[in-house]
């Protein structure tokens, strides 16, 4: 009967689709394990970031081999991998594919969660989130592109030198791995060569949930589970005792304070800035006669992070933040800025479809890990396959998020020195193909950071090179079809990033690293 | 007959709006069968609207989009391959719009849905009439549309596969329907490579929860006119809240409970031609809008029977023609 047919076929169908699984696989779930090319042994010679010597905080001599205490810790080790359960074996996979790769991946998470603009009071003013307050609405950081790209480089930074320090001590002490001195321990990741102490795994749990006090309090209990788990594969693989993994927690978490108190002074606290400061950046732009960026947010929202541009750079001083402040936009009232404004509404009047997927490709908006989240994504996706030590990732990482936080440095005193107009402000015909972010349009963010990234990235990665700069030109484009930017704000964005960056290829060639 | 149904329901949006188009006269939600060899094909026009959507379970407004519109308009289909069984299909173009803020309209052709829809069982009784209905449906993104731009996209482009128990009970010209359906919806694809839900995902792929709708309907069916009204309880099982000021997400956790009321009326002098028209409401709600629908359509029957001259029906519970 012909409906028996069709039931068959629906059937057929509906197990078809039922079968297919729905989980879903992240790109870096599977890794293989970590084996770099080098051990980079003589890591502690590198130059730090902030530590003034790599053995500014001392680390004790270590118990020999074969002194009955330390017996005792690889008996520890033992008894731990006679009974390995499912968990810790998934454990011990999720972090042998990288200590750096992983805490890089949670701060990512951490942005994204926490990237979300504050909804306004009843009054139609806004709230501010209160870093002495940070359970209450509006949660604190609200985590958008300036601090993300801040937060990056604070935790990358302090990595990279609490690396080195570890890598010093290492060298010093070279007390071998568990599974090198005692046989009946399994390696449970590559076995190398690399000294054992202190653990280069518990420097970077320490470091980072250190930092985490500071940059997502609200997220102190988790981050310490996290902490403990990394340290607990380290010692179940058969790569750290327990005393390696205290003086390595306890090293990172030293440096990591290091970092704090310059965080604390480095004038991020004052980047909001007051009522007061506000109206005066209208006042000088209409005094120059040039028209003045207003909040397309409804109720009106104060400009992002106003005094961002004045926080305290890592790759150089606030005299060269200036300068590497660019010429001002054309004139709002030029021939121009018409000729630009008239660009965008043609790109966003009827946009092509090829279009709006760049724009949301490279969107990075409300929710997401921000612009320099993704460039973190790719750079450690293309790191994946190259080998390198831990303490080579997190130099490369450092360099990397040093540029993206010192581009948004100059990028924001860019944005608040002009006070330009959207595009959407000067024509409210032109429609955007994503958000529009809340702050002046000269010169674009996307465009900065990408300039940045694309240009420290050809650097380390010099194969990669021509794709991340046609990643950069792709994310900065997206911002012009998408309505969210002025030619000029694009170009001029791309440069001054890959301006920024150049500072970062000359510590990278005198860090010792190469 | 219009083929919107529960998963078009969420289809059409991204949850946050949505037209409850699942309630109109004679489709893959109602107990009524087209006879052998006819086709019913038409178009409905539906629009409808919200200025305040559930974040969570918070009722809100934002002057940031101020009142989000859809509208739609449906090419559909409904062809007796038997008496008891019928095939029905459904196209629409879809267009959303915000009265307030900067986000672009979109506007598209949308998924492509079809039912097959059998009547195992028609039963008289002592009074009335009782019949089973069983149905299987799928639908399938018919364009490459833009999916991450809710609350303005489209659709949610995932396919989707639905199966459908129907129990109706016809009393002289007063009848009662309940159904209940389940949809199974595959991953969707956003076009970006990364987004957070509760934690961060590295892919761009996104898994998404299944959705189960039960609907009730009931009121008078004469060959000539019909005149319902209907309840729907539509639950998303899984997915997750929409945080405090964010942005919506296909795999939210839509759930809504809407209330509408439906005629379709037989123009008597123009044999097979039928207008149809309705409006609903959403009165209850998690991660959609509060959105009020209305909608129209024409309809024509065409007879495909080799015999030329149509077969005339008797009050027949369950089968519409003329």
């Given at each position: 009967?012909?409906?028996?047919?069709?039931?068959?076929?629906?059937?057929?169908?509906?197990?078809?689709?039922?079968?297919?699984?729905?989980?879903?696989?992240?790109?870096?779930?599977?890794?293989?394990?970590?084996?770099?090319?080098?051990?980079?042994?003589?890591?502690?010679?590198?130059k730090?970031?902030l530590?003034?010597?790599?053995?500014?905080?001392?680390?004790?001599?270590?118990?020999?081999?074969?002194?009955?205490?330390?017996?005792?810790?690889?008996?520890?080790?033992?008894?731990?991998?006679?009974?390995?359960?499912p968990?810790?074996?998934?454990?011990?996979?999720?972090?042998?594919?990288?200590?750096?790769?992983?805490?890089?991946?949670?701060?990512?998470?951490?942005?994204?969660?926490?990237?979300?603009?504050?909804?306004?009071?009843?009054?139609?003013?806004y709230?501010?989130p209160?870093?002495?307050?940070?359970?209450?609405?509006?949660l604190?950081?609200?985590?958008?592109?300036?601090?993300?790209?801040?937060?990056?480089?604070?935790?990358?930074?302090?990595?990279?030198?609490?690396?080195?320090?570890?890598?010093?001590?290492?060298?010093?002490?070279?007390?071998?791995?568990?599974?090198?001195?005692?046989?009946?321990?399994?390696?449970?990741?590559?076995?190398?060569?690399?000294?054992?102490?202190?653990?280069?795994?518990?420097?970077?749990?320490?470091?980072?949930?250190?930092?985490?006090?500071?940059?997502?309090?609200?997220?102190?209990?988790?981050?310490?589970?996290?902490?403990?788990?990394?340290?607990?594969?380290?010692?179940?693989?058969?790569?750290?005792?327990?005393?390696?993994?205290?003086?390595?927690?306890?090293?990172?978490?030293q440096?990591?304070?290091?970092?704090?108190?310059?965080?604390?002074?480095?004038?991020?606290?004052?980047?909001?800035?007051?009522?007061?400061?506000?109206?005066?950046?209208?006042?000088?732009?209409?005094?120059?006669?040039?028209?003045?960026?207003?909040?397309?947010?409804n109720?009106?929202?104060?400009?992002?992070?106003?005094?961002?541009?004045?926080?305290?750079?890592?790759?150089?001083?606030?005299?060269t933040v200036?300068?590497?402040?660019?010429?001002?936009?054309?004139?709002?009232?030029?021939?121009?800025?018409?000729?630009?404004?008239?660009?965008?509404?043609?790109?966003?009047?009827?946009?092509?479809?090829?279009?709006?997927?760049?724009?949301?490709?490279?969107?990075?908006?409300?929710?997401?890990?921000?612009?320099?989240?993704?460039?973190?994504?790719?750079?450690?996706?293309?790191?994946?396959?190259?080998?390198?030590?831990?303490?080579?990732?997190?130099?490369?990482?450092?360099?990397?998020?040093?540029?993206?936080?010192?581009?948004?440095?100059?990028?924001?005193?860019?944005?608040?020195?002009?006070?330009?107009?959207?595009?959407?402000?000067?024509?409210?015909?032109i429609?955007?193909?994503?958000?529009?972010?809340?702050?002046?349009?000269?010169?674009?963010?996307?465009?900065?950071?990408?300039?940045?990234?694309?240009?420290?990235?050809?650097?380390?990665?010099?194969?990669?090179?021509?794709?991340?700069?046609?990643?950069?030109?792709?994310?900065?484009?997206?911002?012009?079809?998408?309505?969210?930017?002025?030619?000029?704000?694009?170009?001029?964005?791309?440069?001054?990033?890959?301006?920024?960056?150049?500072?970062?290829?000359?510590?990278?060639k005198?860090?010792?690293?190469? | 007959?219009?083929?919107?149904?529960?998963?078009?329901?969420l289809?059409?949006?991204?949850?946050?709006?949505?037209?409850?188009?699942?309630?109109?006269?004679?489709?893959d939600?109602?107990?009524?069968?087209?006879?052998?060899?006819?086709?019913?094909t038409?178009?409905?026009?539906?629009?409808?609207?919200?200025?305040?959507y559930?974040?969570?379970?918070n009722?809100?407004?934002?002057?940031?989009?101020?009142?989000?519109?859809?509208?739609?308009?449906?090419?559909?289909?409904?062809?007796?391959?038997?008496?008891?069984?019928?095939?029905?299909?459904?196209?629409?173009?879809?267009?959303?719009?915000?009265?307030?803020?900067?986000?672009?309209?979109?506007?598209?052709?949308?998924?492509?849905?079809?039912?097959?829809?059998?009547?195992?069982i028609?039963?008289?009784?002592?009074?009335?009439?009782?019949?089973?209905?069983?149905?299987?449906?799928?639908?399938?993104?018919?364009?490459?549309?833009?999916?991450?731009?809710?609350?303005?996209?489209?659709?949610?482009?995932?396919?989707?596969?639905?199966?459908?128990?129907?129990?109706?009970?016809?009393?002289?010209?007063?009848?009662?329907?309940?159904?209940?359906?389940?949809?199974?919806?595959?991953?969707?694809?956003?076009?970006?490579?990364?987004?957070?839900?509760?934690?961060?995902?590295?892919?761009?792929?996104?898994?998404?929860?299944?959705?189960?709708?039960?609907?009730?309907?009931?009121?008078?069916?004469?060959?000539?006119?019909?005149?319902?009204?209907?309840?729907?309880?539509?639950?998303?099982?899984?997915?997750?809240?929409?945080?405090?000021?964010?942005?919506?997400?296909?795999?939210?956790?839509?759930?809504?409970?809407?209330i509408?009321?439906?005629?379709?009326?037989?123009?008597?002098?123009?044999?097979?031609?039928?207008?149809?028209?309705?409006?609903?409401?959403?009165?209850?709600?998690?991660?959609?809008?509060?959105?009020?629908?209305?909608?129209?359509?024409?309809?024509?029957?065409l007879?495909?029977?080799?015999?030329?001259?149509?077969?005339?029906?008797?009050?027949?519970?369950?089968?519409?023609?003329?």
């Open positions: 009967m012909k409906y028996q047919s069709i039931k068959i076929y629906f059937s057929i169908l509906v197990i078809t689709i039922v079968s297919c699984s729905k989980k879903v696989e992240n790109r870096t779930d599977n890794l293989p394990a970590l084996n770099p090319s080098s051990i980079d042994i003589n890591a502690g010679s590198w730090t970031i530590l003034k010597r790599p053995d500014t905080f001392a680390v004790a001599i270590p118990l020999a081999v074969n002194n009955v205490n330390y017996v005792a810790e690889l008996n520890e080790i033992k008894g731990l991998q006679k009974s390995v359960t968990e810790q074996n998934d454990n011990i996979k999720y972090w042998a594919a990288g200590g750096v790769l992983r805490w890089n991946e949670l701060m990512r998470e951490l942005v994204a969660k926490y990237n979300i603009p504050p909804y306004q009071n009843a009054d139609g003013t709230p501010i209160s870093s002495a307050n940070p359970f209450a609405y509006p604190f950081p609200f985590s958008n592109p300036p601090y993300a790209a801040r937060a990056y480089a604070y935790i990358a930074a302090a990595q990279y030198d609490a690396l080195v320090a570890c890598w010093y001590y290492k060298n010093l002490y070279s007390r071998p791995a568990p599974y090198k001195t005692d046989a009946s321990i399994v390696a449970k990741i590559p076995a190398t060569s690399l000294p054992s102490y202190p653990s280069e795994a518990a420097v970077l749990a320490g470091v980072t949930a250190e930092m985490m006090k500071l940059l997502f309090p609200t997220e102190i209990g988790a981050i310490q589970l996290k902490a403990q788990a990394h340290e607990e594969a380290a010692i179940i693989s058969g790569s750290a005792t327990r005393s390696d993994v205290a003086a390595g927690e306890t090293l990172g978490r440096i990591a304070q290091v970092f704090i108190a310059r965080a604390r002074t480095d004038n991020a606290g004052k980047a909001v800035g007051t009522p007061v400061d506000w109206a005066n950046f209208v006042t000088i732009t209409a005094a120059k006669g040039e028209i003045p960026w207003i909040s397309l947010d109720p009106k929202r104060p400009g992002m992070l106003p005094f961002f541009g004045r926080v305290t750079p890592f790759l150089f001083d606030t005299a200036r300068a590497l402040v660019p010429p001002p936009p054309p004139s709002t009232s030029s021939d121009q800025m018409k000729t630009e404004l008239a660009e965008v509404y043609n790109y966003t009047n009827h946009p092509t479809l090829e279009n709006q997927q760049l724009v949301l490709f490279w969107g990075d908006g409300v929710g997401t890990y921000t612009p320099p989240g993704h460039w973190n994504t790719i750079a450690a996706e293309d790191f994946i396959s190259r080998n390198f030590s831990e303490v080579k990732w997190a130099r490369n990482m450092a360099l990397l998020n040093m540029s993206l936080m010192d581009a948004g440095i100059v990028c924001w005193n860019t944005k608040y020195t002009y006070f330009n107009p959207r595009p959407s402000q000067l024509n409210p015909a429609k955007t193909l994503t958000g529009l972010p809340n702050f002046p349009s000269y010169i674009s963010g996307h465009s900065t950071f990408s300039g940045a990234a694309a240009t420290i990235l050809g650097y380390l990665n010099p194969d990669r090179a021509a794709a991340y700069t046609q990643m950069a030109n792709d994310a900065s484009k997206s911002r012009l079809v998408g309505g969210l930017h002025y030619q000029s704000d694009c170009t001029v964005g791309l440069t001054v990033g890959s301006n920024v960056a150049q500072f970062a290829i000359t510590r990278a005198a860090d010792g690293a190469n | 007959m219009n083929l919107l149904n529960s998963n078009k329901l289809l059409i949006v991204m949850g946050i709006v949505f037209s409850i188009t699942s309630l109109y006269a004679q489709t939600q109602d107990a009524i069968m087209m006879n052998k060899n006819l086709f019913c038409g178009l409905t026009y539906n629009t409808n609207s919200w200025n305040k559930w974040e969570g379970t009722l809100r407004d934002n002057l940031n989009i101020g009142t989000i519109s859809t509208n739609e308009i449906s090419i559909m289909g409904n062809y007796g391959v038997k008496d008891n069984l019928n095939i029905l299909f459904n196209a629409p173009y879809v267009s959303t719009k915000a009265s307030a803020g900067v986000l672009h309209a979109m506007s598209g052709i949308q998924d492509f849905s079809a039912w097959v829809k059998w009547m195992p028609e039963k008289e009784l002592k009074h009335g009439t009782f019949s089973l209905y069983l149905l299987g449906g799928a639908s399938l993104p018919m364009t490459n549309y833009i999916v991450d731009f809710l609350p303005l996209s489209i659709g949610l482009k995932s396919s989707t596969v639905s199966g459908r128990l129907m129990l109706d009970y016809q009393l002289g010209k007063f009848f009662v329907t309940g159904s209940e359906t389940y949809t199974v919806r595959g991953n969707t694809k956003l076009e970006r490579n990364s987004y957070y839900t509760t934690s961060l995902y590295l892919t761009n792929e996104v898994s998404m929860p299944d959705v189960n709708t039960i609907s009730l309907r009931t009121g008078f069916r004469s060959n000539w006119l019909i005149a319902e009204a209907i309840i729907t309880d539509m639950k998303t099982l899984g997915g997750f809240d929409i945080s405090k000021n964010n942005m919506p997400f296909p795999s939210n956790k839509m759930n809504a409970t809407s509408a009321a439906n005629f379709k009326y037989e123009i008597q002098k123009v044999k097979g031609l039928s207008l149809v028209g309705g409006a609903s409401h959403v009165i209850a709600g998690r991660n959609v809008g509060q959105s009020t629908g209305y909608y129209g359509g024409l309809f024509y029957i007879d495909f029977s080799k015999k030329k001259s149509t077969k005339e029906t008797t009050n027949n519970s369950s089968s519409q023609n003329k």
